[in-house]
């Protein structure tokens, strides 16, 4: 039988009673007392987007720096957080890169194999470990819960302008105790043509193509033992190869193109007993390769390949239906090889414990957690969560300690180059580790059937949070390992600032009206207000938006489905009059997809134009973003299970 068909009849949602994972032990989304946002397998085949992080980026509070359409690149920011500052996870195992945030959107899975996508706002570094400041994205993949013993076989194909060939599939098959499944994803194109521009008719910067070859593969496979033990395992490969110009700096010289490379491996074994009790043994190995050249022009290549070995021990027990708690172990390795960074290795481990109480309508959680890293040395996180539901509302709250050390870019970049260009990106091996706590408040309100009105109020406190600072050679000499710098010339030097305040509120609005028996219309927005004080703000802190808006209109009516989803983000302008680019303080950018269900087969005839009004627009200064974009093709859903 179709999904689809089954999925079209349903007329109600409601997330809260589906169990979070992200949260370590698994609660309900009122239950959790954070502000917890869940990206349903259905959503994601829906949504005009065609990769990891243009899925994100229609949810409310959650602000992708991209550089380029369709995976090409994206930073992801979370209540006035740095790219660096948000962990990605694949089933709960860590997959930021050691080299840099900037590659943390680099998903080795196709949209068909994911479940679903939970994102944590606010501090987890209680529950994670480093790098959960602004928040927490775990991406949850089919597996033995989710698939019904048959095989199921979902994609889509769209091709359009600029010869376009945009696919995804997914291909999964269980019986009993085993499934198999694999995953392909395909996004390349010539790209758009970039005029080239003439500076005081003196210096002419050469037109050029944004081209991009994005391509991924993964298999994955589980075996459930016996009754209480399973087994599962993933391998996921994706080549990633695209014009970079302009993409990390704005210097005249910028020519740049970049190709990277991830492999992903994830091995897993659980044993679960009647009583509820888990326990869980996993392992991740993670390796990249990154080229990056600057420029054709002269002797410009960088080469890095990472390495990142990850492990955790996870333990958890019911003990009633007012008390569970759950503790573990976590470790991971990281090593770089660069002969522009040097190479360095280095470890960190740590330890938690959680406990969840729910005494009547209060839902408390607590945990505790020790780390130690090469980087930093012993850290203390704690974290609460309490969440109070009567009737319609649900009250939350949660404050937490989060903790991260500077990557290996922040800490090496251009130390090993000679003679470095005015106007690059400068390392420093002597940077600190950001130490910050986090509080927020909140409450959800459900007026009515299939309705649901969220808002929360949320405050960081920061020490020595990592930006990079234009500063004059001069103010540079003393740090340690340095390479070879022009006199008197100024760099983007990275740098700790010592105190960084943020604070905000967020609202968010769900809405699905039953218009007849075939019938709905779905309502999405959200907006979401972000202050920092700081009069010393370096690149990335002061280039995130202050006011983000988020919306969407889905109605689906008997075989037809129109989606457009909205985007508007006011933050501070910037210009590189080198390059003559030009950051509007503000832009709006809306999607539309409008798909036809053939009845009974499966099959989705679908249209979509992205960038709709043809904004011109950038997320980082000189990286233009594509205009309207154009294209089509069909989706299918084609499964059969046994009953």
């Known amino acids: 039988m179709s999904i689809l068909s089954v999925e079209i009849a349903q007329k109600t949602f409601s997330l809260d009673t589906l169990l979070v994972e992200t949260t370590r032990i698994p609660l309900k989304n009122n239950e959790t007392g954070r502000c917890i946002n869940i990206l349903t397998k259905k959503d994601i085949e829906k949504l005009p987007a065609t990769t990891f992080y243009e899925l994100l980026q229609t949810i409310s509070g959650v602000e992708i720096q991209s550089r380029g359409g369709f995976g090409v690149q994206g930073d992801i920011v979370m209540r006035g957080s740095t790219f660096s500052q948000v962990l990605v996870l694949i089933d709960g195992m860590r997959i930021n890169d050691p080299l840099t945030g900037h590659f943390n959107c680099y998903i080795p899975i196709s949209n068909m194999e994911i479940e679903r996508i939970e994102i944590l706002k606010g501090a987890g570094g209680a529950m994670y470990g480093p790098d959960a400041v602004g928040g927490v994205i775990n991406i949850i993949t089919k597996g033995f819960n989710s698939l019904e013993n048959g095989t199921s076989f979902t994609g889509n194909f769209n091709v359009g302008e600029h010869n376009l060939v945009s696919s995804s599939l997914g291909v999964f098959h269980k019986k009993d105790n085993f499934y198999f499944g694999a995953g392909l994803s395909v996004n390349q194109s010539t790209g758009e043509e970039i005029s080239a521009v003439d500076l005081d008719s003196i210096n002419t910067l050469s037109g050029y193509n944004t081209y991009f070859y994005n391509h991924n593969f993964s298999v994955s496979a589980g075996y459930k033992i016996n009754d209480k033990w399973q087994i599962k395992f993933r391998s996921s490969i994706l080549n990633s190869d695209f014009n970079a110009r302009y993409f990390y700096t704005s210097s005249l010289f910028d020519k740049s193109t970049e190709t990277t490379n991830n492999w992903f491996n994830r091995l897993e074994l659980k044993r679960q007993t009647i009583s509820g009790a888990v326990l869980d043994i996993n392992m991740s190995y993670k ?83 020790e780390d130690y890293d090469q980087n930093y040395g012993f850290e203390f996180c704690p974290q609460v969560n309490f969440s109070y539901n009567v009737s319609k509302i649900t009250l939350r709250g949660a404050a937490g300690r989060s903790i991260r050390a500077a990557d290996y870019t922040e800490r090496y970049v251009s130390n090993n180059l000679e003679d470095l260009s005015p106007g690059r990106n400068l390392g420093n091996p002597d940077l600190l580790a950001e130490r910050g706590w986090s509080e927020e408040l909140g409450i959800n309100y459900a007026p009515f059937k299939n309705t649901v009105i969220k808002a929360t109020v949320f405050s960081r406190q920061s020490n020595n949070v990592i930006d990079y600072i234009s500063t004059n050679q001069t103010d540079i000499g003393s740090v340690s390992s340095l390479g070879s710098l022009q006199d008197s010339a100024t760099y983007f030097f990275a740098k700790n600032i010592q105190d960084v305040y943020v604070n905000g509120f967020e609202l968010e609005l769900k809405s699905k009206l039953a218009l007849t028996k075939k019938s709905f219309l779905l309502l999405k927005g959200g907006y979401t207000y972000t202050q920092i004080t700081d009069n010393n703000l370096g690149v990335y802190l002061s280039g995130f938006a202050r006011e983000l808006i988020t919306g969407q209109i889905d109605f689906e009516f008997s075989s037809f489905n129109v989606l457009l989803t909205g985007l508007y983000k006011k933050r501070n302008s910037q210009e590189a009059t080198s390059i003559s680019s030009l950051l509007t303080n503000n832009y709006a950018v809306f999607n539309l997809n409008f798909g036809y269900t053939m009845k009974d087969s499966g099959i989705t005839l679908n249209f979509q134009a992205l960038n709709l009004t043809d904004v011109v627009y950038q997320n980082i200064l000189g990286a233009k973003m594509p205009g309207m974009w154009i294209m089509g093709g069909i989706k299918w859903n084609l499964s059969r299970y046994k009953g």
């Not at 390495?307 to 770089?336: A, L, M």
């Open 287 to 369: 390796r990249s390769t990154d080229e990056f050249i600057f420029s054709p022009d002269f002797s410009s290549t960088n080469i890095h390949t990472m390495s990142f070995s990850n492990f955790t021990v996870n333990n958890s027990k019911i003990i009633n239906s007012n008390f569970s708690y759950k503790y573990g172990v976590q470790g991971d390795f990281r090593e770089i090889e660069s002969n522009d960074r040097g190479d360095h290795s280095d470890y960190h481990f740590g330890g938690y414990f959680m406990s969840v109480y729910r005494p009547k309508n209060i839902v408390l959680t607590t945990i505790i957690r």
